[in-house]
């Protein structure tokens, strides 16, 4: 069973509607034995990192995260939580990727939202993808390009798109909103 882990973000459905249409079936939950004992979890979300930081760990679920071994994918907030810090309530996260979050700088349009390429460098998430290709974003904070980064955005300056670190995975687009190419994503991230 696919884990799909609540924590008061929006656009968790979504993700979960995506999931059937590619005929796998999962579960929204923050039960931890759940997300402990599922073949594969996923973060998704939009929201607030204080907020989101504050829920995970009220309910333990900040450990739980950071002791999975099965695939782990982080969904635009779900990315930026797994970040060293944010600036968006200026809030310590997961740490799992070595790169801080940041505000698109305020003299330019913000938030970021739309279709915008994707430009490959490597990784898992991104195999059967273009060079270039098209997803679609929402989000007015952004990851630092680090080692992790396995592919970059442009917009104002670059950033990263998606990043990898042995079992985690995260994209700052929607792969659930972002067509074939989402779809594609999503199914090498379950394939895994």
């Not at 073949?39 to 930081?53: D, F, N, Q, T």
């Not at 799992?96 to 430009?119: K, S, Y």
């Not at 991104?126 to 929402?138: G, H, K, L, P, S």
């Not at 396995?150 to 670059?158: G, H, L, M, N, S």
Request: aromatic share 8%; with cysteine; glycine share 6%.
């Amino acid at each position: 069973m696919i884990a799909i882990i609540n924590y008061n973000a929006g656009n968790i459905r979504s993700v979960q509607n995506a999931l059937k249409n590619l005929g796998y079936q999962s579960v929204i939950t923050n039960d931890i034995d759940v997300i402990k004992n599922a073949s594969k979890v996923i973060l998704p979300g939009v929201g607030e990192a204080k907020s989101a930081m504050q829920f995970l760990k009220e309910k333990g679920l900040d450990e739980v995260i950071l002791s999975l071994k099965q695939p782990f994918l982080g969904i635009c907030l779900g990315l930026q939580l797994m970040c060293k810090h944010s600036e968006e309530g200026d809030v310590a996260c997961l740490g799992i990727f070595n790169a801080n979050v940041r505000l698109f700088p305020p003299r330019d349009i913000v938030p970021h939202m739309g279709w915008n390429n994707l430009v490959k460098r490597s990784g898992k998430l991104t195999a059967n993808i273009q060079a270039e290709e098209d997803v679609y974003f929402v989000h007015s904070y952004f990851a630092e390009i680090s080692r992790e980064t396995t592919a970059v955005c442009d917009y104002i300056q670059p950033f990263s798109a998606v990043m990898e670190d042995d079992n985690f995975y995260a994209t700052q687009f929607h792969p659930e909103k972002s067509s074939k190419v989402g779809e594609q994503i999503l199914l090498n991230f379950l394939k895994l």
